[in-house]
């Protein structure tokens, strides 16, 4: 018997690989393989003294003796396989040749290396965390993750949940399962359990690198570990099932995004639970129990993975056992560029004899018309691009997680970098297969976001243009209305009778303009744009834009190629009516149902254990002269935002502080928190106040940019607190 771990996964080109073994063989050997287009064999070991070390609790740290092997410092970038080999004494093996046609099996380990100077534009991150929820390590006892036998976290100060350590064999070749149900039933003959690197990454990574794509290789630790890792890179690949991330994971992605980086997520269930790294590094902690589990994101977070993702598992929904009916995508948006070479129209199916829609899905929440509500964290302007409603037969059924309106959403959005869902987990599978849509669709993603530069702002197969031109008086007149303005794309749609215009100004700002000639033009800044072309919580970039190229699709949704000074295009998605939906910023004089609902949703965003305020509890703090309530609403007077300012005297000055700033997940990144800061500060100008106070928890990174940028300073102070209730 022979088993063992990496700790940690992850190892930088020129260090040492550490692996903890324990075995029952006199001596032992590793070999090493990059697992690539083929598996490639690049080293082995000296022969160690073998260890036989007992097993540990799947809680803790197995303790199992380290062994030092040496990584060449130009090793390539990768995922990598250790193999352990045992041997007698006299050097004699002891154990039959490793199947190398799959990367399973106790013997064997999967790690990374990761550059020590990244080059490549792309970085493959492989879901530890997932590996690790799943893993069982053998079925044996003490075979336990976050779904069976789990063990309770017993440290009184750390987060409550179930615990599961990472400093134990099977990170990625051990998620067993109960029975053999787990099997994919659209796999080759004897193929892998899901939850597991052969299964997904495996596949893609084999793709990539078939492609001849230079892709960098990296873990969730290592993203968690360093909230800059992102930094050199145009483009992170997530695929298969990425279902766990703790939550400097996703603020490092977020503000990747933020940045102007680009992700695509080839696949499904992506971002369902907020994980706890522990123990410096070796356990994960979550809170999977209750109707309200403190580590979803949506529900006890309050951080609806939509906002990163653009879709949830809420939408969407799964078919775990045995075959599945035909499910494939209906295309919706055929002019996207996603869809260019594919030759696909708008209707048409792809990957349905795949059972490409499968066996877990994201969906956003759509309305009658297949539109998205953002209802449930969507992002204003996400573009809709593949539709499955889910399909029941003699097969199986579906569990839909939204009822009836549940389905499968491939899609698309810009919030200064682009993000791509294909909303399914099954993506790597008929990549992998090669049918030939799902193949086209990956190279026009991958080949687009991945791109340093030269973007030229070009719409692929774009609508063909009315014959006549967009009337030059009524551009001249757009135009006009605007200051500082750096670039324009004036565009017309078939059938369409209004005439448009895109128009960047220096401030990083990018306006759309409508109007019919002889009549007013309609103005309206572009949601995904507003505010320097970034989300109002990232720093304003320094791009400039240097090329527009705008359209109106078949749909009645205007689309526009930005290109800026980084060579980067980003793109827009929009309709005006979504456009329109700008907020308002207004002080509360009334309280209605309708504010009593949308504060309490508000709140559940800002604190999973504060509770939803009473209506009274809400009169109270309008009718309180010394506290204003501020919200913002969208065009349809629906509660995006919210802050609250006190007001008071002291003998020494007038103060004003605010508190319970919050801004809904899914209006995130449009200069709502700015707005309600600005307005905030007015009122307490006007009433006299000679400064404005707030405190923010180190931690919210991008609330704290808002203040600094609102122009708050930090104050080296200390701030107390007696919870009263508790001394009752």
């Known amino acids: 018997m022979i088993q063992g771990y990496p700790e940690p996964a992850g190892v930088v080109a020129g260090d040492e690989l550490v692996l903890h073994v324990s075995t029952t063989a006199p001596r032992f050997a590793v070999e090493l393989y990059r697992v690539g287009a083929v598996l490639e064999a690049v080293g082995a070991s000296e022969r160690f003294a073998g260890v036989d070390v007992p097993r540990g609790s799947a809680d803790a740290d197995w303790g199992w003796p380290a062994y030092r092997i040496p990584i060449a410092a130009d090793a390539r970038s990768g995922a990598y396989l250790a193999v352990l080999r045992c041997f007698d ?86 998620a067993l399962w109960p029975s053999d149900h787990a099997l994919d039933a659209y796999g080759p003959p004897g193929d892998t359990e899901r939850q597991t690197f052969e299964h997904w990454d495996a596949k893609m990574i084999g793709w990539l690198e078939r492609e001849g794509y230079r892709v960098d290789y990296g873990t969730d630790f290592d993203l968690h570990a360093d909230p800059h890792a992102l930094a050199p890179y145009r483009l992170l690949v997530s695929a298969g099932h990425d279902e766990y991330w703790s939550e400097p994971l996703r603020d490092a992605i977020e503000a990747f ?199 030229q702002g070009v719409l692929a197969h774009a609508p063909a243009p009315r014959g006549d031109e967009v009337d030059a008086a009524g551009l001249a007149a757009a135009v006009a209305g605007f200051s500082s303005v750096i670039a324009i794309a004036g565009y017309r749609g078939n059938g369409d009778h209004h005439h448009h215009a895109v128009i960047a100004t220096a401030d990083g700002g990018l306006h759309a303009v409508e109007w019919t000639p002889g009549q007013p033009a309609r103005r309206d800044v572009l949601p995904a744009f507003a505010r320097a072309t970034g989300p109002s919580d990232a720093p304003a970039p320094a791009s400039t834009v240097t090329a527009l190229a705008a359209h109106l699709d078949d749909h009645g949704r205007h689309h526009a190629a930005v290109t800026t000074d980084d060579g980067v295009v980003h793109d827009v998605w929009w309709t005006f009516e979504e456009a329109a939906a700008a907020f308002t910023i207004a002080r509360v004089v009334d309280v209605d149902d309708a504010l009593v609902a949308g504060v309490g949703r508000l709140v559940g965003q800002l604190s999973a254990t504060a509770p939803a305020p009473s209506r009274e509890h809400l009169a109270a703090l309008v009718d309180s002269p010394s506290s204003l309530l501020l919200v913002a609403r969208r065009g349809d007077g629906g509660l995006v935002g919210m802050l609250t300012l006190a007001l008071y005297r002291i003998p020494t000055a007038h103060r004003a502080i605010v508190e319970d700033v919050v801004v809904d997940g899914a209006a995130r990144g449009h200069g709502i928190g700015d707005a309600l800061l600005a307005e905030a500060i007015r009122i307490a100008g006007e009433r006299g106040a000679t400064g404005v106070d707030l405190t923010s928890h180190p931690k919210r990174e991008a609330a704290n940019r808002l203040y600094l940028r609102a122009g708050f300073a930090r104050r080296d102070t200390n701030v107390y607190r007696l919870p009263l209730r508790e001394r009752r």
């Open 89 to 174: 004494d006299g050097g004699r093996a002891l154990d039959e040749p490793p199947d190398l046609s799959t990367t399973l099996g106790a013997s064997k380990l999967v790690f990374v290396v990761r550059p020590r100077t990244p080059s490549a534009s792309i970085l493959y991150k492989l879901p530890l965390f997932t590996y690790h929820a799943y893993n069982r390590a053998d079925r044996e006892p003490p075979g336990a993750n976050l779904y069976f036998d789990s063990i309770a976290a017993r440290d009184p100060d750390g987060p409550p949940g179930y615990k599961v350590s990472l400093r134990r064999p099977g990170g990625g070749t051990g």
């Open 257 to 455: 995004v933020a940045a102007g980086g680009n992700v695509a997520f080839f696949g499904g269930n992506t971002c369902w639970w907020r994980v706890h790294v522990v123990d410096g590094g070796g356990a994960l902690v979550c809170d999977k129990a209750g109707e309200r589990p403190l580590d979803q994101w949506h529900n006890g977070v309050g951080r609806p993975e939509n906002a990163i993702t653009g879709v949830s598992y809420r939408g969407g929904g799964g078919l775990w056992f045995g075959p599945r009916e035909p499910q494939g995508y209906q295309v919706r948006c055929a002019s996207s560029w996603v869809f260019e070479g594919t030759g696909l129209a708008d209707g048409d199916v792809f990957g349905a004899d795949e059972r490409l829609v499968g066996y877990e899905c994201d969906g956003a929440y759509l309305d009658d018309d297949d539109r998205p509500t953002h209802g449930d964290g969507t992002p204003f302007g996400f573009q809709l691009l593949g539709l499955s409603r889910f399909t029941d037969g003699p097969l199986g059924t579906w569990e839909r997680e939204h009822g009836a309106a549940s389905a499968a959403t491939m899609g698309i959005f810009c919030r200064n970098g682009t993000v791509f869902t294909a909303a399914t987990t099954d993506w790597p599978r008929v990549l992998d297969g090669g049918e030939p849509r799902v193949v086209r669709i990956t190279r026009n993603v991958i080949d687009r976001l991945s791109r340093r530069r030269g973007g």
